[in-house]
């Protein structure tokens, strides 16, 4: 039986094997740990399915390979390797190969054998889908309605090919990534994009200057390639507002200190600030459904729950754990699932639908004391909340008198595709009042 690298994830496309349990020669038993992988975003141990005998492994501890890709080969007890009849095998990759995905959707529960390869050859998208030249997935429409698929789109984009100039050849006049392919042949691109200095450009303005060359790995990467995805794709625009959050903190301190204890004396829950904000961020998409909403190409998706991520810092990185229908929980439930997925997530072990989906984030630098900031969206997303420090602030009492109150300041990101400035200021108005009268978030 032929082992091959799982897919972790649909964005996933190649995995790095940081070591083996088993070696060349050992006897395997079903649900034996044969490896462990490390992806951009999570690291997780390989199980067997089967049982055999190791007789060779081909992608060593420390090298990277494609989802798909043969791995290492498991013989049955009289010796035969049971390889996988016409399976696609892509070659490992290095490690500073950019990510390319395979054919094969392969879960890591199941290391089964694949199908058997297309007679078509396999066009590898660079933005981590793979499509065959006869299948269309999902396709949008353009302004005249010809319907473009996902692939012939993003190779449009990528090579400056103005799709209203295609002539379509799919199936009910659709433009395919044939038609684009063939279009940059004949060199039918847009006015050429201005290309950065390259690595030895850049080094050469620094000769003179001690500095430490620090290779990308697979997350960093990803985070790259994301972010500017992000900044070229998605129309950004932002509000920001003060939130008085003394009825938070005098709330936590009350609960805290009513929170249950075990026969040790350990409270059976801690809230912190971040929990109250999760909840109140939700209650308000809830709140304002017209903004609990993602843009998909050629249509709005609309949730009835909060999904929401929230940052987690982690060492050359971050990533965003999804707490699911946070507008449902209570407190304590959030302030218990954002201590064990982010525990998780700095150990990369989260799964990849713990991280993937949402329609929106917070980022929380107030433990670093920033004042102010404001984030980038993380598409699919089409908002994202940055909250910042918490501070004691002056403010003109009801009466006209002066009091001091604890205030922080939170900018709002908005997809403007999604989400128009009134209703962006109606989102930051729900959450503002959830805050500053948590009573009501509650019930």
Known sequence: MDVLMPQLGETVAEGKITQWFKSAGDAIAPGDNLFEIETDKVSMEVPSTSAGVLTEIRVAAGEVALVGAVVAVIADKAGAAASAPSAVKPAPVATGAPPRPSALPVSAASLATPPAAASVPIKLDPFFEVRTPERNYGPARLAGGTRVTPLARRLAAQGGIDLAGISPSGANGRIRARDVETALASGKRAAPAVAGPSADQIKALYRDVPFEEVPLDGMRRTIATRLVQATQTIPHFYLTADVEIGAVITLREQANAAAPKDADGNPAFKLSVNDFVIK??????????????????????????????????????????????????????????????????????????????????????????????????????????????????????????????????VTLSCDHRVIDGALGAQLLAAFKRCVEQPVTMLV
């Open 280 to 409: 109140a961020w939700a209650v308000a998409l809830r709140r304002v459904p017209a903004a609990n909403a993602i843009w998909a190409e050629d249509r709005i998706l609309r949730f009835q729950h909060s999904d929401i991520g929230v940052a987690v810092a982690l060492e050359g990185g971050l990533i965003t754990p999804i707490i699911r229908s946070a507008d449902t929980k209570t407190l304590s439930a959030i302030s218990r699932e954002m201590k064990e997925v982010s525990a998780r997530a700095r150990e990369r072990k989260l799964k990849p639908e713990e991280y993937q989906g949402g329609a929106s984030a917070i980022s929380n630098l107030g433990m670093y004391g920033v004042r102010e900031f404001s984030a980038i969206i993380n598409p699919p997303q089409s908002t994202i909340l940055a909250v910042g420090a918490a501070r004691r602030q002056a403010i003109e009492t009801e009466a006209g008198g002066v009091a001091f109150a604890s205030v922080m300041s």
